[in-house]
């Protein structure tokens, strides 16, 4: 088998020194055992020096099924290199001397310093205000906690809550700190949760909620001893502006697109909160520049010194702000507007930036148009890393229509033109324009989201992985994103068949109003399902697989938590708690039903689990679990309820497979036990055998691995 490799292409005519990489490398089964020596050398025979890996997930020997590959990529202007992994030890050691800068909490609030090894430092606060506009406290649960260090980063965590000036609980916050041994650069990844649940009376989900919870900024500083002028560079290919004594800010108000001022946008009370189209540039309150869509680097300088930072995605995410004043760059992840910002139960949101300690931000630049790594499709195809996966050996007509998603005319990215698909909560969302599809042509648009259904993120990583079209990772790495956030529900308080489940897409062929993406809205008085105007996160929409592929591809934390989560809402959604009240839920829900249909002749009745894409997704969910976390039960239970679902005793005429709208439901579940049977993930066995009847001596589901 060939050895693994990964491409990088540079296609921008962009210099490129230390640009930092992380990807995930498929392995096949036995090709790399745990913590066996491995290093990564270019093609052209120089080693990539310094490199940092973990694995991901093991093959059930043992064997690294999935490796996180991170190192700094020098290409020239529009230079191709190809890097590979060796298994056996480097003919030269590795003179990885570089040394991380010390790192030590800031003397009060949330804050970080960074020593140099000149002497010099970096302090790093956050900082979160009220609707007061009062700066909050914070109260520790980890502060500054090594998560990770090798010789490329180290990386560090913080978690905790910020405090009203009552001292009570506002919203919790979490922040990663990474910080690179090369190219003098940090990455900080940091995110806000609302652990409440929302109350959603009649199983609405409008904003306003009494579970929501308010705040007027958020905000990240970073300062340096000295400095002399400050500067901003607005968007790639333009000349910085700079300043020697006045602050210069740059606020990116809507997306600067035609539709900027879409009711995609409305705030509690259905006002749209977006008061311009694009950014403007001001030095006090004079406005220097303007225009639609920033993606912008600022900074400092002193004499020898200079502090560079941006904010990831900075014009999609917006409002945002990037202000450079002297001796500090500050960045908005949610800066000061006129109104407050609406967290609502169960949501959060996480955004990342950049910064870099050199006068200019070099790399910076380049990382507003970053190295996508490419790893070859037929080494997809040879490690098995998807089912039933292999590359074509000439486009038919299926490709050709799949290629639609990416046209410039209709694809999805320029869908989200359509309704702005943009903004902090909506951002990495599909527009679900399906909806609108008997609409009379001069009707205004519905505002619909798709969250994910189908599994859209896994669609999206599996023609990645076939293409290497840049444009299938972006929408797979925007879309994760938003459902790990937005998506989910993340609360325990809530009923338990909700509780970390996921929100389906909103109502059929209905405006979402203020449910955002959330079903179902108090302005919509029915619902495309008869009678039914409530509800919440279902079963039978739940699509983990994508996020596992999306954890697997990009090392991504939050995409890994949340199958867990989703694995966890899902057990919990179908086998209940153990308090009183949830086991008579139980008996009113699954057991009166089956016996229900034992005492109308229906044999049937006797399985827990219904025949339906629900228990299908079920499956397929824990499935997806067991190869985050083996030994934690998932494949047994997932064993368990295909017994408890289908036999050999099902009288199959009573399924009612043959009912075209309700039938086809049960092709998910197949293609869930399916999966089971031939896709070689398989934790605990080499060769499958379920005995659908435990005691009876023919396993009637049974294939050789």
């Known amino acids: ?61 043992n064997s690294v099924r999935w490796l996180q ?87 560090s965590r913080s978690e905790g809550v910020f405090l009203t000036s009552a001292g009570t609980d506002l919203v919790r916050f979490f922040i990663d700190i990474q910080l690179f041994k090369v190219g003098e650069l940090i990455r900080v990844d940091a995110g806000l949760h609302n652990p409440r649940r929302a109350v959603h009376k009649g199983g609405l989900w409008d904003l306003g909620d009494p579970g929501s919870v308010y705040f007027k900024s958020f905000s990240l500083s970073v300062r340096q001893m000295d400095s002399r002028s400050q500067w901003i560079r607005p968007q790639p290919g333009v000349e910085p502006i700079f300043s020697e004594n006045e602050a210069l800010i740059l606020h990116q108000e809507s997306s600067g697109g035609e539709n900027w001022n879409s009711n995609n946008h409305l705030n509690r009370d259905g006002v749209v909160t977006t008061r311009y189209r694009g950014f403007r540039l001001f030095r006090k309150s004079e406005v220097v520049d303007d225009g639609y869509r920033a993606s912008p680097v600022a900074g400092v300088t002193g004499e020898n010194s200079g502090t560079c930072a941006q904010l990831s995605e900075f014009w999609q995410n917006f409002p945002s702000s990037i202000k450079a004043e002297r001796g500090c760059v500050t960045i908005g992840f949610f800066p ?23 006068p200019a931000g070099e790399t910076l630049l380049n990382l507003q148009s970053p190295l996508t790594p490419v790893i070859p499709a037929e080494h997809y195809a040879n490690t098995k890393a998807f089912s039933c996966f292999s590359p074509p050996e000439e486009t038919d007509e299926i490709d050709s229509l799949i290629g639609l998603a990416l046209s410039p005319e209709e694809g999805f990215l320029k869908k989200r033109e359509i309704i702005d698909e943009y903004g902090w909560r909506n951002f990495g969302d599909l527009y679900a324009d399906h909806e609108c599809m008997y609409l009379p042509s001069d009707h205004p648009r519905f505002i619909t989201h798709y969250n994910n259904q189908y599994d859209a993120i896994y669609g999206f990583a599996r023609q990645f992985a076939l293409t290497g079209d840049r444009r299938w990772f972006e929408l797979m790495d925007d879309l994760a994103k938003h459902v790990a956030d937005i998506d989910i529900y993340h609360t325990d308080d809530d009923r338990t068949e909700y509780n970390r489940g996921m929100f389906w897409h909103t ?104 025949f339906t894409r629900g228990t299908g997704n079920y499956i397929n969910t824990l499935l997806d679990a067991s190869m985050l976390e083996p030994d934690e039960g998932w494949l047994d239970l997932a064993e368990s309820v295909i017994r408890s679902t289908i036999g050999p005793m099902d009288n199959i005429e009573q399924r009612g497979l043959l009912d075209a709208e309700t039938g086809w439901h049960y092709l998910v579940l197949l293609s869930a036990m399916t999966r089971y049977l031939l896709d070689e993930t398989g934790q605990q066995h080499d060769r499958r055998t379920l005995s659908l009847h435990p005691g009876e001596p023919t396993a009637l589901l049974a294939l050789d691995g």
């Open 1 to 61: 088998m060939p050895r693994p490799s990964v491409v990088l292409r540079e296609n921008h005519g962009f210099s490129r020194t230390s640009e930092p990489i992380q990807l995930g490398i498929p392995l096949a089964k036995g090709y790399l055992q745990d913590k066996q020596p491995h290093f990564l050398k270019y093609s052209d025979g120089e080693l990539v020096i310094p490199f940092q890996t973990r694995p991901l997930s093991y093959w059930p020997d």
């Open 69 to 155: 590959v991170a190192f700094p990529a020098d290409l020239a202007p529009n230079q191709t290199r190809v890097v590979e992994l060796f298994k056996e030890e480097p003919s030269l050691n590795n003179p990885n001397s570089q040394v991380v800068p010390p790192v030590q909490p800031a003397d009060s609030g949330l804050g970080i310093r960074i020593m140099l090894p000149n002497g010099d430092y970096r302090e790093m606060e956050f900082e979160l205000k009220d609707p007061l506009n009062t700066s909050c406290s914070v109260r520790f649960e980890k502060k500054w906690a090594v998560v990770e260090d090798g010789t490329y980063f180290l990386r």
């Open 336 to 358: 000061e507007t006129e109104l407050d910002y609406e967290l609502q139960g169960g949501e959060q949101k996480r955004q990342t930036a950049w910064i870099q300690l050199t």
């Open 507 to 610: 109502d059929h062929y209905l405006d979402a109003h203020t449910a955002t993406h959330r079903t179902y809205s108090r302005f919509n008085s029915t619902s495309s399902i008869p009678g039914q105007t409530g509800g919440g996160p279902a079963a039978e929409h739940c699509y983990s697989t994508g996020l596992l592929y999306h954890f697997w591809m990009t090392g991504s934390e939050s995409s890994r938590s949340a199958v867990i989560e989703l694995a966890t809402w899902m057990r919990n959604a179908h086998e209940g708690s153990k308090g009183l009240l949830a086991q008579v839920l139980a008996v009113k829900k699954t057991d009166l039903p089956r016996l229900k249909k034992v005492w109308g002749g229906n044999t049937n009745g006797v399985y827990r689990y219904p």
